[in-house]
T-cell receptor
Framework: KAGVTQTPRYLIKTRGQQVTLSCSPI?????VSWYQQTPGQGLQFLFE???????NKGNFPGRFSGRQFSNSRSEMNVSTLELGDSALYLC?????????????FGPGTRLTVL | QKEVEQNSGPLSVPEGAIASLNCTYS??????FFWYRQYSGKSPELIMF????GDKEDGRFTAQLNKASQYVSLLIRDSQPSDSATYLC??????????FGSGTRLQVQP
């Protein structure tokens, strides 16, 4: 069974630009969660999508948004990039059903904002 | 105060010894707990999860949960140099929004 895939793996952007990251979950999984990992703040939850609906949202500004498609693939968008957005962005795949919330991470997208 | 606390380490153990990693949490609504291993430059890898009080064993790994004390631990028996990594503890209130500790760096000395 293929694991979670994320594209691109690396991105370099400048302040003020926007970026879109993509995540394909494990086949059969319907939940995709996004996390930001930085040396200072660690791993922080951004949002979770299930069946094309955002179910949960973390404490991040509105510049961070996402969506999920009918095939469960998910995209995350960050607009008006700031230097502090430089981080490893991880998506996690899970079945999304009650009592089945093991989350499996993809390799991540490393975003550098200059 | 962070909701999930871990000692940052490094925790250094000799090869073959038992490594004991600990985690405390403040949110009593947390229902399940997860241990992830993260090698430098890689993404977190799920090792174990636990949601009932007591012990849960999987190979060389044992997770322990004490909800009354709000304490979670991971024991690694027969530690190997390949176990050297950062171990992340995470709690979930059922919303699939994992709250992570800052991680404990484990070093297994050959």
């Amino acid at each position: 069974k293929a694991g979670v895939t994320q594209t691109p793996r690396y991105l370099i952007k400048t302040r003020g630009q926007q970026v879109t990251l993509s995540c394909s979950p494990i086949s059969g999984h319907r939940s995709v969660s996004w996390y930001q990992q930085t040396p200072g703040q660690g791993l922080q939850f951004l949002f979770e999508y299930f069946s094309e609906t955002q179910r949960n949202k973390g404490n991040f500004p509105g510049r961070f948004s996402g969506r999920q498609f009918s095939n469960s693939r998910s995209e995350m968008n960050v607009s008006t990039l700031e230097l502090g957005d430089s981080a490893l962005y991880l998506c996690a795949s899970s079945a999304g059903l009650a009592g089945d919330n093991e989350q499996f991470f993809g390799p991540g997208t490393r975003l550098t904002v200059l | 105060q962070k909701e999930v606390e871990q000692n940052s380490g490094p925790l250094s153990v000799p090869e073959g010894a038992i490594a004991s990693l600990n985690c405390t949490y403040s949110d009593r609504g947390s229902q399940s707990f997860f241990w992830y291993r993260q090698y430098s430059g890689k993404s977190p890898e799920l090792i174990m999860f636990i949601y009932s009080n007591g012990d849960k064993e999987d190979g060389r790994f044992t997770a322990q949960l004490n909800k009354a004390s709000q304490y979670v631990s991971l024991l690694i028996r027969d530690s190997q140099p390949s176990d050297s990594a950062t171990y992340l503890c995470a709690g979930d209130t059922g919303r699939r929004a994992l709250t992570f500790g800052s991680g404990t760096r484990l070093q297994v000395q050959p």
